[in-house]
């Protein structure tokens, strides 16, 4: 499974921004994906995820109300939408396979890394 995010940018906060997760391979309908994302000087965290089917998604706290996760498996693509950005979402954002979609999100048990795309929320 290979995955590339896309959709990353430069906004401003109180603005809005969809990432994309565009997986290629046989088994993505088998697979939870989980999205992550590491700050300058920051440790990698988990942002959030969704089981293989859509039904069960997660979030960390501080994303809660303002990111939405998303999946559609006809596309083999994950989204995560996000609202009311604020200077604190920048980072490098990455999508990763699981078997399981849960809490909280460990990268070490994620495989089948992006690329990254880089989101900037400044004035």
């Known amino acids: 499974l290979q995955l590339v995010e896309s959709g990353g940018g430069l906004v401003q906060p109180g603005e809005s921004l969809r990432l994309s997760c565009a997986a290629s391979?046989?088994?993505?309908?088998?697979?939870?994906i989980g999205w992550f994302r590491q700050a300058p000087g920051k440790e990698r965290e988990g942002v959030s995820c969704?089981?293989?089917?859509?039904?069960?998604?997660n979030y960390v706290d501080s994303v809660k109300g303002r990111f939405t996760i998303s999946r559609d498996n006809a596309k083999n693509t994950v989204y995560l939408q996000m609202n009311n950005l604020k200077p604190e979402d920048t980072a490098v954002y990455y999508c990763?396979?699981?078997?399981?979609?849960?809490?909280?999100?460990?990268?070490?048990?994620?495989?089948?890394w992006g690329q990254g795309t880089r989101v900037t929320v400044s004035s």
């Open positions: 969704v089981s293989a089917n859509g039904a069960t998604t």
């Open positions: 391979g046989l088994s993505f309908d088998y697979h939870s």
């Open positions: 990763a396979a699981d078997a399981l979609c849960r809490m909280p999100l460990r990268g070490s048990e994620y495989d089948s």
